[in-house]
């Protein structure tokens, strides 16, 4: 089991280091894009996450290309209003739209990659189709570069839209792995907008509804594709042991909490993990989930309605 950090900054890469992370398991290259006049080149680009692989000191490093839409807007792209950002024009959608700024970053990160362990993520990705493309870019430049392929060099998508979740097995053959944006999942999955305090209660990633995509993911994987969740539900203990339990194999979360994971990963029963996320899957919702880890950990809790829910 592998627990690896999130990093969105070069602070953030050297607390990653600090806190004994496996490897880092998002590195939300947004910060390198928002908040200027003009795009980075692929020099500053290159530069920056060097800069970051040397502080991970060889451990490695998954960049996910440049993740924005209408509600980040950045000034040097022509982006079109949009009535619902988080629906529109973003992620790999929005990379696909403008191919020079996905070209670029992928021409840096393979050059980083000649020299440390890196994979490539891309995020939002819903069809096969956007999956292609995007990898054809990626092989555009290899070619760009001349160096042959990066010998370490992995490549994924981010598991954020319910359908990809549910049709997995489509994008099986086209990467070495799954990273699980529970962040994203949870707001789709359930029609509830991330960050608003009104639909907070029900954006629960403990949803069993949620569970069935994940779990969808992790039977679709197989053997060869590694699942990772780097969403923020990975931090919490309860998800995370049902995450192990539904096969997930790294936990990615804020460097401050990767020792907490590591603690929880460390005690977690294999066996009882997957006895209990098979249940979490047919509950009723987030808080029967809840209930019933509550009475596993201490049975005095148990009532004759947890008997015959079990
Ligand atoms: C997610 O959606 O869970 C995720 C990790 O990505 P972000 O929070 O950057 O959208
Ligand atoms: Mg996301």
Excluded: W
Aim: one cysteine or more; glycine letters at 8%; proline letters at 7%.
């Amino acid at each position: 089991m592998l627990v690896g950090a999130n990093v969105g900054s070069p602070a953030d890469a050297t607390s990653a280091a600090a806190e004994g992370a496996d490897l880092v398991g998002l590195v939300r290259t947004e910060f390198l894009f928002l908040d200027r006049a003009a795009a980075p080149d692929v020099d500053e680009q290159e530069a920056a996450y060097r800069a970051l692989a040397i502080a991970l000191g060889g451990k490695r490093m998954t960049l996910r290309t440049i993740d924005v839409g209408g509600d980040k807007p950045l000034p040097y792209l022509p982006l079109p209003a949009e009535a619902n950002p988080f629906l529109g024009l973003r992620g790999i959608r929005l990379a696909a739209a403008f191919p020079e700024l996905l070209a670029d970053q992928l021409l840096a990160a393979v050059r980083v990659a000649h020299d440390a362990p890196i994979s490539v993520m891309f995020p939002m990705v819903t069809t096969l189709d956007e999956l292609v493309v995007a990898r054809r870019a990626l092989d555009a430049a290899i070619a760009r570069e001349g160096r042959g392929t990066p010998p370490g060099l992995e490549v994924g998508i981010m598991v954020e839209v319910p359908a990809a979740a549910l049709k997995a097995a489509a994008f099986v053959p086209h990467v070495d792995f799954f990273s699980i944006g529970t962040n994203d999942l949870t707001q789709y999955a359930l029609a509830a907008e991330r960050g608003n305090p009104a639909v907070a209660a029900v954006a629960d990633p403990l949803d069993p509804g949620v569970l069935r995509l994940v779990d969808s993911v992790c039977r679709a994987a197989g053997e060869r594709v590694l699942v990772a969740v780097c969403g923020e539900a990975a931090a919490d203990p309860l998800a995370a042991r049902l995450l192990v339990g539904l096969g997930v194999r790294e936990l990615s979360v804020a460097a401050p909490a990767v020792a907490g994971v590591k603690q929880v990963v460390r005690e977690v029963d294999a066996a009882q993990a997957a006895n209990q996320a098979a249940a979490a899957l047919t509950a009723t919702g987030p808080a029967e989930v809840r209930r019933a880890d509550a009475v596993q950990a201490r049975p005095e809790l148990r009532t004759p309605a947890d008997s015959s829910s079990s």
